[in-house]
T-cell receptor, first 115, second 116 residues
């Protein structure tokens, strides 16, 4: 079975400081990993994904994520956070060996960037 | 990215009535779509998966007779909450997949349902 864990319910960071949102996963086959962001009362917006290749993936709005197979992690990072980055972030995984092409989401991490 | 339009964004209905939520993919055609439910400050819970031309597959614990899904075409799916009760109040989100394990999903804006 596939699963995702986001160990932090909330991350607080000052504007201009680096931002990291943690994610670990568990799959039977190969992981396909995704990060989404959700603003209040809105659907999810795709940020980036890891399928294969380079472990460092660059995505939208200056975000990047590093795939670490040995630690089964896919942490989201941004070198310099903006107040507008304050939102709810979800990590998601799709297992290559799971039926149904389903995405499994982590519990979400709320990011608060203070001016 | 692809555009998914979900309507309405907010709806308030009385207990016992039915509510229909529409989800359209505006610039692509997709055979698979997903309906999620999200409780406050919680993650998305997959309710059902449907493929165009076939019946939806519901997740365990989701009542198929209460949450009717009609995958009418490659660009339109509807979720009808029948005989709504206050406990059905939630945020419902649709998602279209372009297919393939390595493709991202595209989400609608969500519908905030309040049953009074």
């Amino acid at each position: 079975a596939q699963s995702v864990a986001q160990p932090e319910d909330q991350v607080n960071v000052a504007e201009g400081n680096p931002l990291t949102v943690k994610c670990t996963y568990s799959v039977s086959g190969n992981p396909y990993l995704f990060w989404y962001v959700q603003y209040p009362n809105r659907g999810l917006q795709f940020l980036l994904k890891y399928i294969t290749g380079d472990n460092l993936v660059k995505g939208s709005y200056g975000f990047e994520a590093e795939f670490n197979k040995s630690q089964t992690s896919f942490h989201l990072k941004k070198p310099s956070a903006l107040v507008s980055d304050s939102a709810l972030y979800f990590c998601a995984v799709r297992d290559s060996q799971a039926a149904g092409n389903k995405l499994t989401f982590g519990g979400g991490t709320r990011v608060l960037v203070k001016p | 990215g692809a555009v998914v339009s979900q309507h309405p964004s907010r709806v308030i209905c009385k207990s016992g009535t039915s509510v229909k939520i529409e989800c359209r993919s505006l610039d692509f055609q997709a055979t698979t779509m997903f309906w999620y439910r999200q409780f406050p400050k919680q993650s998305l819970m997959l309710m059902a998966t449907s493929n165009e031309g076939s019946k939806a597959t519901y997740e365990q614990g989701v009542e198929k007779d209460k949450f009717l899904i009609n995958h009418a075409s490659l660009t339109l799916s509807t979720l009808t909450v029948t005989s709504a009760h206050p406990e059905d109040s939630s945020f419902y989100i649709c998602s279209w997949g372009k297919g393939g394990w390595n493709t991202e999903a595209f989400f609608g804006q969500g519908t905030r349902l309040t049953v009074v």
